[in-house]
């Protein structure tokens, strides 16, 4: 079983939608992020969380939010999804074994295409 | 300036041939980098980390750091047509925030 998991791995809504996108892992690790990326942007973050009671915003928060259920889910929400907010979503998680050598792990991704 | 920056390519070598990837970084305090390697519509996949200055090779793959010059590099020898992927260079600065900032990266086409 994959390490890192995301569902759904494809969604069509439409604008105005509230969408939620999930991200398990079984890795055990403390830290999660949330990514987004578009062609000839890169991956871009979303939000952060450290551990369960630590959640920072990343470069571009605004229109999303994030709920951190348990160490092992991380959940990112579109609360009025926006044609713009199409693109592919990245949950990934690292372990902190030092305050640098921070290795992030990446899910297989969601593919979301708000009309 | 962008923050990490890479040739988006594409960037074309025979098979066999040594291939040679070039990030850049505008920020002196980072302090650790990593390759990734995406295959359209898949996730990044980790290939290298390096954190001193110098080479660090793992199989065909070999990592260059000059943090006096501020870039980072990654050579694949005897490429594959498998190699052929789009390759993402990330730069940690790290201190509290311990967050990865990605290049746009550069695709690179193996060809038979």
């Known amino acids: 079983d994959a390490d890192v998991t995301q569902t759904p791995r494809n969604r069509i809504t439409k604008t105005g939608k509230r969408i939620m996108l999930e991200c398990s892992q079984t890795?055990?690790?403390?830290?999660m992020y949330w990514y987004r990326q578009d062609p000839g942007l890169g991956l871009r973050l979303i939000y952060y969380?450290?551990?369960?009671?630590?959640?920072n915003k990343g470069e571009i928060s605004d229109g999303y939010s994030v709920s951190r259920q348990a160490q092992a889910k991380f959940s990112l929400s579109l609360e009025s999804a926006i044609p713009n907010q199409t693109a592919l979503y990245f949950c990934?998680?690292?372990?902190?074994?030092?305050?640098?050598?921070?290795?992030?792990?990446f899910g297989p991704g969601t593919r979301l295409t708000v009309l | 300036q962008k923050e990490v920056e890479q040739n988006s390519g594409p960037l074309s070598v025979p098979e066999g041939a040594i291939a040679s990837l070039n990030c850049t970084y505008s920020?002196?305090?980072?302090?650790?980098f990593f390759w990734y390697r995406q295959y359209s519509g898949k996730s990044p996949e980790l290939i290298m980390s390096?954190?001193?200055?110098g080479d660090k090779e793992d199989g065909r793959f070999t990592a260059q750091l000059n943090k006096a010059s501020q870039y980072v590099s990654l050579l694949i020898r005897d490429s594959q047509p498998s190699d052929s992927a789009t390759y993402l260079c990330?730069?940690?600065?790290?201190?509290?925030?311990?967050?990865?900032?990605f290049g746009t990266g550069t695709q690179l086409k193996v060809e038979l």
């Open positions: 990934a998680t690292s372990d902190p074994s030092g305050t640098s050598t921070d290795t992030q792990y």
């Open positions: 890795k055990g690790h403390d830290r």
């Open positions: 969380s450290f551990d369960v009671k630590d959640i």
């Open positions: 920020d002196r305090v980072s302090q650790s």
């Open positions: 390096i954190y001193s200055n």
């Open positions: 990330a730069v940690n600065r790290g201190g509290g925030g311990n967050k990865l900032t």
